[in-house]
């Protein structure tokens, strides 16, 4: 598989996106309802039930075609498994991390876990190892300080403990 192709998924992500699309893959024959209840009532030119029951099905199949994409190119990244001693764990995707963020306004902690870019949400701590913070961090080891560029400009971090 060619790397460019990889999409990493936790085990949990990879869950949901299964169960998403079984859902989806359910309201396909709802939506066929829809469309032959909506043909039923005549002129197809200016039925609005009918198109707006074709919208939706485009739209469902499409987010089907996107998620079947997905799971075909999906790694699994395992969690982060502590070294053993005398070894130093870097950071991979899929590590859960502690930093500390050196800013004009003092050191801030923070606590990300680097996963794929499709379960990437940063309020919940969870960034794209292809964002900037992500790919800036991903190889680094406990005790480096390790400078990101970021479009409101360069900040400084040092890694405080792969978790």
Not at 73 to 84: D, G, M, R, T
Not at 124 to 129: A, Q, R
Not at 132 to 144: N, T, Y
């Amino acid at each position: 598989m060619n790397d460019d192709n990889v999409i990493y998924l936790t085990k949990q992500g990879y869950e949901d996106i299964k169960k998403e699309l079984e859902e989806l893959k359910k309201r396909r024959m709802e939506i066929a309802a829809k469309i032959a209840d909506a043909q039923a009532l005549g002129d197809l030119s200016e039925n609005a039930e009918y198109q707006s029951a074709r919208m939706e099905q485009s739209i469902n199949e499409g987010r089907i075609m996107e998620l079947e994409h997905i799971l075909k190119y999906a790694v699994i990244i395992e969690e982060e498994v502590q070294p053993a001693a005398g070894s130093q764990a870097v950071v991979t995707v899929g590590s859960k991390i502690k930093i500390k963020e050196h800013t004009d306004d003092g050191v801030v902690e923070k606590v990300y876990h680097i996963v794929g870019s499709h379960e990437a949400n940063p309020s919940e701590g969870k960034i794209s190892n292809e964002s900037p913070i992500g790919k800036a961090l991903l190889g680094s080891k406990v005790g480096d300080m390790v400078e990101i560029q970021l479009p409101k400009g360069t900040i400084k971090c040092e890694i405080v403990d792969i978790l």
